[in-house]
T-cell receptor, first 112, second 114 residues
């Protein structure tokens, strides 16, 4: 039962354009969402998060949008840079506890 | 240490052998998690330690897998009688009880069962 799904295994964009990565979830008990970035041979690193009481959180070039009614969140990167090329994981946390449930990841490639 | 340290970084083992993977969490972090990433898959939860509470073992795929955390610090994940489907990157992470940035991950141990 995949409670967090990232339906696009890969995404390719041109440098300077916007990258949009999508994530859907099924469990209504999730109240906190995070995005992690992973380079090859490294562990995932935290990128940005959002609480379910918000619908948008912005940090520099990165913005996360949350649509609770649709159980959908997205990560926008603008402008995209070649160094953004990595696997991006969406993760969700339930109201109680600190365990995270991760999606399958999306490989983003930003072409110079 | 400054980050989460995992050892070994790579491990090749023969099918049927036992392996031990080690994780040194960030000092002071009360929570420790093990995940694995199989080829082309997402991060699969294995086990979670929180302070002195009984661990959440609900993600362990079979009774060949076990983990312990000694003294609330270092953790060892043991896989007995390894199978080829155990081949994956095993990631350890630690955190304070809860932090808005979630976990800090180690670089992982790439396990290959031949």
């Amino acid at each position: 039962d995949q409670q967090v799904k990232q339906n696009s295994p890969s995404l390719s964009v041109q440098e300077g354009r916007i990258s949009i990565l999508n994530c859907d979830y099924t469990n209504s008990m999730f109240d906190y969402f995070l995005w992690y970035k992973k380079y090859p041979a490294e562990g995932p690193t935290f990128l940005i998060s959002i609480s379910s009481i918000k619908d948008k959180n912005e940090d520099g070039r990165f913005t996360v949008f949350l649509n609770k009614s649709a159980k959908h969140l997205s990560l926008h990167i603008v402008p995209s840079q070649p160094g953004d090329s990595a696997v991006y994981f969406c993760a969700a946390k339930k109201t109680s506890g600190s365990r995270l449930t991760f999606g399958e990841g999306t490989q983003l490639t930003v072409n110079p | 240490g400054a980050g989460v340290s995992q050892s070994p970084s790579n491990k090749v083992t023969e099918k049927g052998k036992d392996v031990e993977l080690r994780c040194d969490p960030i000092s002071g972090h009360t929570a420790l998690y093990w995940y694995r990433q199989s080829l082309g898959q997402g991060l699969e939860f294995l086990i979670y330690f929180q302070g002195n509470s009984a661990p959440d073992k609900s993600g362990l795929p079979s009774d060949r897998f076990s983990a312990e955390r000694t003294g609330g610090s270092v953790s060892t994940l043991t896989i007995q009688r390894t199978q080829q489907e155990d081949s994956a990157v095993y990631l350890c992470a630690s955190s304070l009880d809860w932090d808005i940035s979630g976990y800090t991950f180690g670089s992982g141990t790439r396990l290959t069962v031949v």
